[in-house]
């Protein structure tokens, strides 16, 4: 029995080794929680900043930074109002050691995008 187990560690070994070899080569991204999936469907939409926004955020580096702080933020589910129409989340996230607390309007192709701090 103690074999059998011993075959059974090392061939779990392997595989592990494997599928993390594979799976490091792709960018490929498990967006399982309700946090990513809802701030992964606020990146893939065209972007509208209020003026406070862009102020602070250059306009060259604008979709980056924003798909940044949006990549590393957390939605707050206590304060959003979801079930709206368009959508509206309370997202906090961090950008040059600046909490940033923004209010993002979900539409269907658009996602407006405030600051409230």
Do not use: C
């Amino acid at each position: 029995m103690l074999r059998r187990f011993r075959f059974f560690g090392i061939g779990f070994i392997i595989s592990l080794m494997a599928t993390f070899f594979f799976w490091s080569k792709k960018k490929v991204q498990f967006d399982y929680g309700m946090d990513a999936r809802t701030l992964k469907s606020i990146t893939y939409r065209q972007k509208i900043l209020d003026d406070k926004l862009k102020t602070l955020i250059t306009e060259a580096n604008k979709d980056s930074i924003m798909n940044l702080i949006l990549m590393h933020g957390d939605v707050n589910f206590g304060k959003s109002r979801q079930h709206e129409k368009p959508a509206k989340y309370w997202v906090e996230s961090n950008y040059k050691n600046q909490k940033l607390v923004l209010w993002v309007e979900r539409g269907d192709s658009i996602a407006t995008i405030k600051k409230t701090n």
